[in-house]
T-cell receptor, first 107, second 118 residues
Framework: DIQMTQSPSTLSASVGDRVTITCRAS??????LAWYQQKPGKAPKLLIY???TLQSGVSSRFSGRGSGAEYSLTISSLQPDDSATYHC?????????FGQGTKLEIK | QVHLQEWGPGLVKPAETLSLICNVS?????????WGWIRQPPGKGLEWIGS???????HYNPSLKSRLTILVDSSKNRFSLNLSSVTAADTAFYYC???????????WGQGSLITVSS
């Protein structure tokens, strides 16, 4: 199985800040990487797929980049509504696996 | 708008079979896409359980494969999950979702908490 490791596990930032979350795969995943946002008590929401393609309807403040085994999600101009847990998922090979999540707190 | 809704028992006894149904509205399953199940133990990360194509071809997580069945019922526009011989480790929120052929999950149900306890 491909292991997905996110860092940091928790993150605290202020409104207007720019933050970056990293996701590292245990082997190359050829940009088959998605990012999800999950708010407490809710289902995850797809933000980005193919490492950098924004899902329809998602704010352009979210961006993704990376290649090989290293990927990142950047959120610019943080808003209070961005408070959530963010998960990465590889879909390069089965079983599809997720990172452990990064909890973002807005101060 | 695609809408998914999970239905399940809430509480399952150890060693019994967990059965969940996902009702789909706003899209006909027979038209395409994959349909998947993902679970999340309270306070923990997400785990892909398995997916099934609109034609019924399943893909299972090997860690669960020996206990797992995912079926499509196009006539009722729903798909189901059966997980046998459950233990406390199977306690989780269970989500159903529509997946692209790449296996990204675009539309999700609200989730159903399943607790395994006697």
């Amino acid at each position: 199985d491909i292991q997905m490791t996110q860092s940091p596990s928790t993150l605290s930032a202020s409104v207007g800040d720019r933050v970056t979350i990293t996701c590292r795969a245990s082997q190359t995943i050829n940009s088959w990487l998605a990012w999800y946002q999950q708010k407490p008590g809710k289902a995850p929401k797809l933000l980005i797929y193919k490492a950098s393609t924004l899902q329809s309807g998602v704010s352009s403040r979210f961006s993704g980049r990376g290649s090989g085994a290293e990927y990142s999600l950047t959120i610019s101009s943080l808003q209070p509504d961005d408070s959530a847990t963010y998960h990465c998922q590889q879909y390069n090979s089965q079983p599809y696996t997720f990172g452990q999540g990064t909890k973002l707190e807005i101060k | 708008q695609v809408h998914l809704q999970e239905w399940g028992p809430g509480l399952v006894k150890p060693a019994e079979t967990l059965s969940l149904i996902c009702n789909v509205s706003g899209y006909s399953i027979s038209n395409g896409y994959y349909w998947g199940w993902i679970r999340q133990p309270p306070g923990k990360g997400l785990e892909w359980i398995g997916s099934v194509s609109h034609s019924g071809n399943p893909h299972y997580n090997p860690s669960l494969k020996s206990r797992l069945t995912i079926l499509v019922d196009s006539s009722k526009n729903r798909f189901s999950l059966n997980l046998s011989s459950v233990t406390a480790a199977d306690t989780a929120f269970y989500y159903c979702a529509r997946a692209t052929s790449w296996m990204t999950f675009e539309y999700w149900g609200q989730g159903s908490l399943i607790t395994v306890s006697s």
